[in-house]
């Protein structure tokens, strides 16, 4: 699957400039190598809470730019000091960031090639190509999701070549004391890295309803976009957006669940029957009852038996068995009662190995969990293995 990411990350730049993408807007930036490290070294994080989505867009591209000119400059030799620091809430990831950068010099300085200068800078994507879906910022306390803003960059290198295009990303950004900073900052494209092929850290979906017209469309499944929301919402539930089934005989697990696999990627599905093998959707917050016709939601979404049925019968499960240790981050682990004649527990692997962990949402009053061990569980489990990448229906 590695070659197919990587090629759809190699379409989604190609394709923002034939449909549109201003080369004149991407030169204009250009600073011809003038050192922009009194600019970057005098930003001040901000402080202020956007009150909408312009307000947000006016606060943060600023940001987005100045924390990719700390690492243009760093490819250029104009300093050796990671100053991206300043702008990363996660230690270790901007630690790994110098590490792909490095990397990414190591590699073209092979061939004697040295970038010579640059220029970035961040639009919604609907300003620079007629693709069919636009930026969208989702703004709540202390936490703010860019989902597919672009990046128009361009870096003239040693060897006349100009490497120029636009590079669409997710951004999560997160309020501490010091003021706003970057959580996750990654390629849409599952997590490919802009400077090599390393991979990093995914940002949380922007959960949108969003469908187009109807047409079949390969998908890619992020795992760690699923990872991502598991962690942010195990423990208190995005009723901004879905519903909460934790005080319901059934408990919240399975709708916990559907929603980490719709933020990763995952689409709806309704054959036109809700209980069906064929049907995985819910119509969001304020759609919470099923007492309605048409429903508001399919027994996949909710019930963990159902799901098990959806899942055995999707192109989305890979036709195959599973041991515990083969699970990939993203991957469903669910629980038989204890007689073993039904599933009533579904769960998301958040952590890999030997034995792997699992997060998840109960019935109250039995506590969420994190990273819990499988080996925990008193009763039978299935593994379920899922595809990075499936074809699906778009839904209008």
Not at 90 to 99: F, H, P
Not at 172 to 179: A, C, D, E, Q, R
Not at 316 to 340: F, H, T
Request: proline share 4%; net charge negative; aromatic share 16%.
């Amino acid at each position: 699957m590695k070659t197919s990411k990587i090629l759809l990350s190699t379409f989604v730049i190609a394709f923002l400039f034939l449909c549109g993408c201003n080369k004149d807007e991407v030169k204009r930036n250009n600073v011809e190598n003038k050192s922009q490290l009194g600019f970057i070294d005098s930003y001040e994080l901000p402080t202020v809470d956007p009150q909408n989505v312009q307000e947000a867009k006016q606060l943060f591209y600023p940001m987005f730019e100045a924390f990719m000119t700390t690492q243009y400059e760093y490819l250029l030799g104009n300093t050796d000091v990671p100053y991206w620091k300043k702008y990363y809430n996660d230690e270790n990831d901007s630690d790994s960031l110098k590490i792909r950068l490095d990397r990414h010099l190591a590699s073209i300085r092979k061939y004697g090639i040295e970038y010579t200068s640059y220029s970035t800078k961040f639009v919604d994507v609907e300003l620079i190509t007629d693709y069919e879906y636009e930026t969208f910022v989702d703004i709540s306390d202390s936490v703010v999701i860019f989902r597919d803003v672009v990046e128009l960059y361009s870096i003239p290198s040693s060897d006349g070549a100009n490497e120029e295009g636009g590079m669409l990303y997710d951004i999560v950004l997160i309020k501490t004391l010091s003021g706003w900073k970057i959580d996750s900052f990654v390629n849409v494209e599952d997590g490919i890295s802009r400077w090599g092929e390393y991979p990093t850290d995914l940002v949380v979906m922007s959960v949108v309803h969003r469908f187009d017209s109807i047409r079949s469309e390969l998908t890619t499944y992020s795992r760690y976009l699923a990872q991502s929301y598991a962690y942010l919402y195990y423990n208190s539930p995005n009723t901004s957006v879905w519903c909460n089934y934790s005080n319901y005989s059934g408990g919240d697990c399975t709708n916990f669940v559907s929603q980490c696999l719709y933020a990763g990627g995952w689409t709806f599905l309704n054959d036109g029957s809700f209980c069906s093998s064929g049907s995985w959707y819910h119509n969001g917050a304020g759609y919470c009852s099923n007492n309605t016709t048409p429903k508001n939601y399919s027994c996949s979404w909710t019930q963990a038996d159902d799901l098990y049925d959806f899942l055995y019968a999707s192109n989305r499960v890979a036709p195959a068995c599973y041991s515990a240790s083969s699970l990939d981050i993203g991957d469903i682990v669910q629980m038989y009662n204890s007689s073993g004649t039904a599933i009533q527990h579904s769960t998301l692997v958040t952590v890999t190995g030997t034995v792997p962990k699992v997060t998840f949402r109960n019935r109250d009053p039995n506590p969420p969990k994190k990273d819990y061990p499988i080996s925990s569980f008193n009763n039978s489990l299935v593994y379920w293995k899922l595809e990075d990448s499936f074809w699906f229906v778009k839904l209008t």
